[in-house]
């Protein structure tokens, strides 16, 4: 709520009580395609004592009166705690929960909004695409979707769509195919992945269709995550997203099993970190710990619930579909 509104002007929702039966009739929805699926609901804990490594995603830090002596955190996304449960020996299971993430607010995004993540076991990169696509198709308004998913590897996405190769083409190169000004090249400086994803949002998500979905695949090797190098191409990663339009509703992956190498790539998220001058977090022991006594194979992916509720509401503004909003 600003500063310059008093409570008197502004305890009112901001989503409709139509927009409410909306996003009540789509949960349920949701959860009936889990059960045909046979696939289990799971409770992760909100709040954790670490904090995700990834450089692009800010924690929000509490306080608890019990443990005045270190930060905890609300979840980012229920992921380590579910990967957790399949070290465990949990089946395919899946969660409908609210995140929070810090740094974020304006008409896609808000600090804390409500995220569908689930994991198929033994599930490989074309069938959990295939699962998230029939998830979406679920749940948005028919009349939106009017033809199949468009498909592209983010390398063929970025050569369709601007003629630069992700993949192989020098830095300079990147740089000249976005629109920038000085403030932005400072902060992005040699930063590659920081300009592909600025391409990524002027230049090629801009072109994808508004009536059907757009699926990008296979992304660089430096932009993997928490997801497996492809086995035939370690160039790229068994990784995806899907969109409608340039606006991204989903993000998964063939999940990296190999606790060793996920340190690793922990330990690069925190130099990223120091380099960029945010604050180092103490990693999830936990949840290194549980990769380490074993990962079954699997895949998994997150949905914005909150976008698809805006794609059926038609509107472009997140705001309008969140009962309160900051």
């Given at each position: 709520?600003?500063e310059?509104v008093s409570p ?6 901001a ?9 009540a009739?789509m949960l349920?929805?949701a959860r009936?395609?889990f059960a045909?699926?046979?696939i ?5 804990p ?8 990834d450089?692009?995603i800010?924690s929000?830090?509490?306080q608890?009166?019990?443990?005045l002596?270190?930060d ?9 705690s579910?990967?957790r449960?399949?070290?465990a020996?949990?089946p395919?299971?899946?969660e409908?929960?609210k995140?929070f ?5 304006g008409?896609?995004h808000?600090?804390?909004?409500t995220?569908?993540?689930?994991y198929?076991r033994?599930f490989?990169l074309?069938?959990i695409i295939h699962d998230t696509?029939?998830?979406v198709a679920?749940?948005?308004d028919p ?11 983010y ?9 630069v190769?992700p ?5 300079q190169d990147?740089m000249?195919?976005?629109?920038c000004?000085?403030q ?5 400086g040699?930063h590659?992945?920081?300009w592909l994803?600025?391409i990524?949002t ?8 508004r009536d059907?979905?757009?699926v ?5 090797a430096s932009?993997?995550?928490l997801?497996?190098?492809?086995p035939d191409n370690p160039?790229v990663?068994?990784?995806?997203e899907?969109?409608?339009g ?9 999940e990296?099993?190999?606790?060793r ?5 922990c330990?690069r998220?925190?130099?990223l ?6 604050r180092l ?5 936990t949840?290194?710990?549980a990769?380490?006594a ?12 909150d976008?698809l509720l805006?794609?059926n509401?038609?509107t472009?503004?997140?705001?309008n579909?969140q009962?309160?909003?900051?």
């Amino acid at each position: 709520m600003s500063e310059s509104v008093s409570p008197a002007e502004a305890w009112q929702p901001a989503a409709t009580l139509a927009t409410a039966q909306r996003r009540a009739g789509m949960l349920a929805s949701a959860r009936e395609y889990f059960a045909q699926q046979n696939i289990l609901e799971v409770d992760s804990p909100i709040l954790s004592r670490a904090a995700v490594s990834d450089p692009n995603i800010e924690s929000v830090s509490a306080q608890l009166q019990i443990d005045l002596s270190r930060d905890y955190f609300l979840q980012t996304s229920p992921e380590f705690s579910m990967k957790r449960l399949l070290c465990a020996g949990y089946p395919d299971i899946y969660e409908i929960c609210k995140v929070f993430r810090d740094g974020e607010s304006g008409k896609r995004h808000q600090p804390e909004f409500t995220m569908v993540e689930w994991y198929r076991r033994d599930f490989g990169l074309q069938e959990i695409i295939h699962d998230t696509v029939a998830f979406v198709a679920a749940l948005v308004d028919p009349v939106v979707l009017n033809a199949p998913p468009s498909v592209f590897s983010y390398q063929d996405a970025f050569m369709h769509f601007t003629g630069v190769d992700p993949l192989h083409d020098g830095l300079q190169d990147l740089m000249r195919s976005t629109d920038c000004d000085a403030q932005l090249q400072a902060s992005l400086g040699t930063h590659r992945d920081g300009w592909l994803d600025l391409i990524l949002t002027q230049k090629v998500a801009p072109g994808f269709a508004r009536d059907r979905l757009t699926v990008v695949s296979h992304y660089p090797a430096s932009q993997a995550a928490l997801a497996r190098l492809t086995p035939d191409n370690p160039v790229v990663a068994d990784r995806f997203e899907v969109f409608l339009g340039d606006l991204e509703l989903a993000n998964g992956y063939v999940e990296l099993t190999d606790a060793r190498e996920q340190r690793a790539r922990c330990a690069r998220d925190q130099e990223l970190r120091r380099i960029s001058g945010r604050r180092l977090r103490l990693l999830d022991e936990t949840f290194l710990a549980a990769l380490d006594a074993g990962m079954p194979a699997c895949a998994g992916v997150a949905v914005g619930f909150d976008r698809l509720l805006m794609i059926n509401s038609g509107t472009d503004d997140i705001r309008n579909v969140q009962s309160f909003t900051f």
